[in-house]
């Protein structure tokens, strides 16, 4: 998706499309798809993204975990990433870089039980691997807290991109 649709053409969209739309922002999160679609219409991508951050703040730990695991996990195959995640994630990195995500990614899902989910903004891999083992010293509800709202701040990012 090159562009978002306007908000008044995003009302108006079958709920196929809709929920596209919210995969562009959100990667595909059931859960968040479900609340957004009994919640429409919005006045505005902003009180979309501020809607979604009140629903997950609301969700069971259930489906906030989830929400979480729709993002790919920093290092994947690129094959495997959205569009979004294929920018956000930048170009070449070394293999060992790859390596330590690898293994970081499996010991913090392995302590956490959910995906580790960060807001790149521009910064290398390398600097993502530093990010992941600080974070590694959090507690889970910590963890959670901080992915969900790595999320939104995520989604605002995409928005500012595609609008």
Known sequence: MQKLPTIDQLKSLPEADFIHVINTLFETAPP????????KPYSSYIQLIEKSDEFIKQMNLQDQIAVVNAHPRIGAPAQTLSEQSKKEQGS?????????????????????????????????????????????????????KTGLRDMILIAKDRLSKLQ
């Not at 968040?32 to 919640?39: A, D, F, G, V, W």
């Not at 499996?106 to 580790?116: N, S």
């Open 92 to 144: 070449q990195v070394s293999k060992e870089v790859l390596e330590r995500l690898a293994i970081l990614n499996k010991q913090y899902e392995d302590k956490f039980g959910f995906k580790f989910v960060v807001f790149v903004n521009g910064r290398s891999r390398q600097e993502i691997v530093g990010v992941i083992e600080q974070r590694m010293h959090n507690t889970k509800d910590e963890e959670l």
């Open 32 to 39: 968040l798809q479900k609340k957004l679609i009994e919640h």
